[in-house]
């Protein structure tokens, strides 16, 4: 079966520190991968998304990136972290031929940025 | 822009009772509409969805219907349980725009005992 990991789960960062969150997903082959943020009680905005092995499409600008330098690796990456980057961070996969809008999500990690 | 209005932003039911959660979209070339549940601490987990050719779903306690003329979609929970408290959001994608899900704000429901 297909499983997605996620870490740190937590994290509590300094204003200008770098930031390196990593999900992995094992049990499939050339996933879609997703990176959204969640922010205090509100909806999930989706950040990035990689079709392939160093092929990433950025949906907001903003002062994170992403990489995947494996094909079930994604890195959420940030050089200097602002107060605003704070959240709860979810990796999600989706197979390629899988059912249009079933993403499965990981358990996602908590950002603080202090 | 692309957009997902979800509402209410909180919702409180007693048990036995029903849960109502609406969304409204923009962009008619969605035409995939799941629903995500998410407990606290956790990530979302896909709950039902529907296609816009549909405009009623059900599965077990919970129903979308879905009005496309109006271009809305809601959620019910009949029968709401303790153990149905969680955040739900709605969601909407176009299917050969590579499973890119828009998502609403989030209702957190809470079932009283």
């Known amino acids: 079966s297909q499983t997605i990991h996620q870490w740190p789960a937590t994290l509590v960062q300094p204003v200008g520190s770098p930031l390196s969150l990593e999900c992995t997903v094992e049990g499939t082959s050339n996933p879609n991968l997703y990176w959204y943020r969640q922010a205090a009680g509100r909806g999930l905005q989706l950040l990035f998304y990689s079709v392939g092995i160093g092929q990433i499409s950025s949906e907001v600008p903003q002062n994170l990136s992403a990489s995947r330098p494996q094909d079930r690796q994604f890195i959420l990456s940030s050089k200097k972290l602002l107060l605003s980057d704070s959240g709860f961070y979810l990796c999600?996969?989706?197979?390629?031929?899988?059912?249009?809008?079933?993403?499965?999500f990981g358990e996602g990690s908590r950002l603080t940025v202090l | 822009q692309q957009q997902v209005k979800q509402s209410p932003q909180s919702l409180i039911v007693q048990k036995g009772g029903i849960s109502i959660i609406n969304c409204a979209y923009e962009n008619t070339a969605f035409d995939y509409f799941p629903w995500y549940q998410q407990f606290p601490g956790k990530g979302p987990a896909l709950l039902i969805a529907?296609?816009?050719?549909?405009s009623e779903k059900k599965e077990g306690r919970f129903t979308i219907s879905f009005n496309k003329s109006a271009k809305q979609f809601s959620l019910h929970i009949m029968d709401s349980q303790p153990g149905d408290s969680a955040t739900y959001f709605c969601a909407a994608s176009i299917r050969a725009a590579g499973n890119k899900l828009t998502f609403g704000g989030g209702t957190r429901v809470l079932v009283k005992p």
């Open positions: 999600a996969w989706t197979p390629i031929a899988g059912r249009a809008g079933e993403l499965f």
């Open positions: 529907i296609r816009p050719d549909v």
